[in-house]
């Protein structure tokens, strides 16, 4: 199956720094990827849709200019959190898809003190 | 997009065959279905995908009924790395936009191997 990877797996951040992580698709190119908060004992909730080349779309509660998502190459995408809170500490999963199926990266767990 | 009701918890002895129910009784007929599973602290595996054709891979098998409003997810012998939340997840195969490419998690089944 396709491999995406993901780093860092774990960060520990100061409330109000910015963390980004990058989410790619190793053996594969993806016009698309998406990113993924999860937290503790709940199910995933899709966060953003990242497209190579345009603005990201964002799911409707997902504050745009918070998590910043960039996504230059056919094998690379960003999500940075500005502005840290512990709030925001979760668990990141990203994304990517090919023709028919999405493959997932092994998710960044983020805490922010 | 069609929703799937799958039962929140399910045992299974090691060695022998998990068969994880899933309910999709609103499907569409552009709609496939998707299983996914979480191992704890780690992100989704994809298992397997069909329309209306059983499918099997090196992983599983998927059964779809032929009205094709509920399916089973079979794991043929069932080991304690197979421990995890089980997603079943439908679909639209229309490529006309991103919207159509997103999953939708559920709650998914907690599939326990027991020794």
């Given at each position: 199956g396709a491999v995406v990877s993901q780093h860092p797996s774990r960060v520990i951040c100061k409330s109000g720094t910015s963390v980004k992580i990058e989410c790619r698709s190793l053996d594969f190119q993806a016009t698309t990827m998406f990113w993924y908060r999860q937290f503790p004992k709940q199910s995933l909730m899709l966060m953003a849709t990242s497209n190579e080349g345009s603005k990201a779309t964002y799911e409707q509660g997902v504050e745009k200019d918070k998590f910043l998502i960039n996504h230059?190459?056919?094998?690379l995408s960003t999500l940075t959190v500005t502005?840290?809170?512990?709030?925001?500490s979760s668990f990141y999963i990203c994304s990517a898809r090919t023709t028919d199926t999405q493959y997932f990266g092994p998710g960044t767990r983020l805490t922010v003190l | 997009d069609a929703k799937t009701t799958q039962p929140p918890s399910m045992d299974c002895a090691e060695g022998r065959a998990a068969n994880l129910p899933c309910n999709h009784?609103?499907?569409?007929?552009n709609e496939y279905v998707y299983w996914y599973r979480q191992i704890h602290s780690q992100g989704p595996q994809y298992i397997i995908h069909g329309l209306k054709n059983n499918e099997t891979n090196e992983m599983a098998s998927l059964i779809i009924t032929e009205d094709r409003k509920s399916s089973t997810l079979i794991l043929p012998h069932a080991t304690l790395r197979d421990t995890a939340v089980y997603y079943c997840i439908v679909r639209p195969?229309?490529?006309?936009?991103?919207?159509?490419?997103q999953l939708t998690f559920g709650k998914g089944t907690k599939l326990s191997v027991i020794p």
């Open positions: 230059a190459s056919l094998t502005s840290a809170h512990p709030e925001d | 009784s609103t499907i569409s007929g195969y229309s490529y006309s936009g991103a919207g159509s490419y």
